[in-house]
C-alpha cells in the first residue's frame, strides 16, 4: 500500500512538472511565433497554455491580448487585458496594451489614462510616454503631446518615430525651426520613412526654403510617394 502511495505521488509530481514545462514552452513558442507574424499559430499555442494552466496566467493572457490587437481583434484583446488587470493590477505592460487598444477605439481619454497608469508602474518606458504623445495630439493637447514626445526621446534618442512625431506637431503649432530641427533628426535616424520626406519638404517651403523643399519632394517621390504636379510646380519652381 505504501508502495502504491509513493507511485501515485511520483506520477502525480511527474505530471504537475511536466504540465508546467508545458505552458512556459508554448508561451516561449508563442513568442517565436508572433515575432514572425505567425499570429493564428501563436493564438493556438497561447488557447493551449491558458488551459493546461491550473490558475489565471497572466503571462499567456497578456500575450493572447497583444497578438489578438496585432490580429486587430479589439474585443478578445480587450477581455484579454481586462482580465489580466483584474489578477494583478500592478503589471505596467497590460496597462500600455490596453492604452494601445483605446487608441485603435479612438478613446483618446482612455488612453491616455492607462498609458499613465503604465507610466506610474515603469516611468522608463520610452513607447508608453510616446503613445500617451499621439492620444494628447489626437485630443488637441499639443503641449502635453510635445512633452511626452520629449520624453521618449530623452529615454530614447535614437527613437526616429518620437522625432518625427515631435516634429510633425511643432510644424501644427507654428515652431517651424523647432520642426525643421526634429525632422531633419528624424530622416538621420530613418532614411526608409518616405513620410518624413514630405513633411521636411512642407516644412521647409515654409521656412522659405524652396530648393531644400523641391529636393525632399524629389526624395519623398523617389520613396514612392505619388506628388501631384500642382505640389511640384508650387515647392519647384
Not at 489580466?84 to 477605439?105: C, N, P, Q, W
Not at 489626437?138 to 511626452?148: C, F, N, P, V, W
Amino acid at each position: 500500500m505504501k508502495k502504491l502511495g509513493l507511485i501515485l505521488v511520483v506520477c502525480f509530481a511527474t505530471f504537475f512538472g511536466y504540465s508546467q514545462t508545458t505552458v512556459h514552452d508554448l508561451i516561449l513558442s508563442a513568442q517565436k511565433k508572433d515575432s514572425l507574424n505567425m499570429f493564428n499559430e501563436a493564438l493556438k499555442d497561447l488557447d493551449k497554455a491558458i488551459e493546461l494552466s491550473k490558475h489565471a496566467n497572466d503571462t499567456a493572457l497578456w500575450l493572447h491580448s497583444k497578438v489578438s490587437l496585432e490580429k486587430n481583434d479589439l474585443k478578445t484583446a480587450e477581455h484579454d487585458i481586462d482580465e489580466v488587470i483584474h489578477h494583478s493590477s500592478r503589471y505596467a505592460e497590460a496597462y500600455f496594451i490596453r492604452g494601445l487598444i483605446k487608441t485603435k477605439t479612438e478613446n483618446f481619454e482612455g488612453a491616455v489614462s492607462d498609458f499613465t497608469k503604465s507610466l506610474k508602474i515603469n516611468p522608463l518606458n520610452a513607447k508608453a510616454f510616446y503613445n500617451r504623445g499621439l492620444a494628447h495630439a489626437l485630443l488637441d493637447e499639443l503641449k502635453q503631446a510635445i512633452d511626452d514626445f520629449s520624453k521618449a526621446i530623452e529615454l530614447k534618442p535614437d527613437y526616429a518615430k518620437a522625432w518625427f512625431n515631435r516634429g510633425y506637431w511643432k510644424d501644427i503649432t507654428g515652431d517651424l525651426k523647432g520642426a525643421l530641427t526634429d525632422l531633419i533628426k528624424a530622416k538621420e535616424l530613418d532614411p526608409s520613412d518616405r513620410e518624413i520626406y514630405l513633411e521636411l519638404a512642407v516644412v521647409y517651403a515654409r521656412n522659405k526654403k524652396m530648393k531644400e523643399a523641391c529636393q525632399e519632394l524629389d526624395n519623398a517621390s523617389a520613396a514612392g510617394h505619388q506628388i501631384s504636379e500642382e505640389l511640384k510646380n508650387e515647392f519647384c519652381k
